[in-house]
């Protein structure tokens, strides 16, 4: 069974056009998470939600809202799409937000044409 | 910034030989973690070593941590292709409830 699977895994699309990514965790950890992983491969967390709360939001674009319905879900909407945001994002989570072992999901990769 | 420095950002052995990747810091953290990254996949957590431990073995991986230094090294012994990935430290820095990624070296094991 996957621990923390994403969907879908590959994403294509316009500018302007809005899209979202569904994330569960079959873990039963409290914390999850939003990573973004550039061309370069840099990986920069863009927020952290504990128990369905947000606790991190990493100056990250209005455009973008993550949304928790309860705490095995961490979903990423993101309107308006620009080119930028082409990259791939990856959903994790963790059993407290001290940041023990974090589980990865495959990835998204977001490709905005 | 606290993002981790890795060193080298490329890496490329034999079968067999000895793999050794550095990872410097900038604040006081809690612990430090190393991932592995196969090609298009996620992260996969190897190991993960406490500010007051100096050193850490799980099967052929060796971790060691120097905090006055601000920095850590990953040794993996006799390796295998199956190594062949990208390897990424992570800080997770005290009060900052999150995990800092350096860049990743990327290691090549060549048969």
């Known amino acids: 069974d996957t621990a923390v699977s994403q969907t879908p895994k590959y994403l294509v699309t316009q500018m302007g056009n809005d899209k979202s990514i569904k994330c569960e965790q079959n873990?039963?950890?409290?914390?999850m998470y939003w990573y973004k992983q550039d061309s370069k491969k840099f990986l920069k967390i863009m927020f952290s939600?504990?128990?369905?709360?947000?606790?991190i939001n990493e100056t990250v674009p209005n455009r973008f809202s993550p949304k928790s319905p309860d705490k095995a879900h961490l979903n990423l909407h993101i309107n308006s799409l620009e080119l930028g945001d082409s990259a791939v994002y990856f959903c994790?989570?963790?059993?407290?937000?001290?940041?023990?072992?974090?589980?990865f999901g495959q990835g998204t990769r977001l490709t905005v044409v | 910034s606290q993002q981790g420095e890795e060193d080298p950002q490329a890496l490329s052995i034999q079968e067999g030989e000895n793999a050794t990747m550095n990872c410097s810091y900038k604040?006081?953290?809690?612990?430090l973690q190393w991932y592995r990254q196969n090609s298009g996949r996620g992260l996969v957590h190897l190991i993960l070593?406490?500010?007051?431990?100096r050193e850490k073995h799980s099967g052929r991986l060796r971790v060691t941590l120097d905090t006055s230094k601000k920095s850590s090294s990953l040794l993996i012994t006799a390796s295998r292709a199956a190594d062949t990935a990208s390897y990424f430290c992570?800080?997770?820095?005290?009060?900052?409830?999150?995990?800092?990624f350096g860049q990743g070296t990327r290691l090549t094991i060549n048969p």
């Open positions: 994790a989570s963790s059993q407290q937000a001290d940041h023990a072992e974090a589980f």
């Open positions: 873990l039963g950890h409290d914390t």
């Open positions: 939600y504990n128990n369905k709360e947000l606790i």
């Open positions: 604040t006081s953290i809690n612990n």
């Open positions: 070593i406490r500010s007051n431990e």
């Open positions: 992570a800080t997770d820095a005290k009060g900052a409830q999150k995990l800092v």
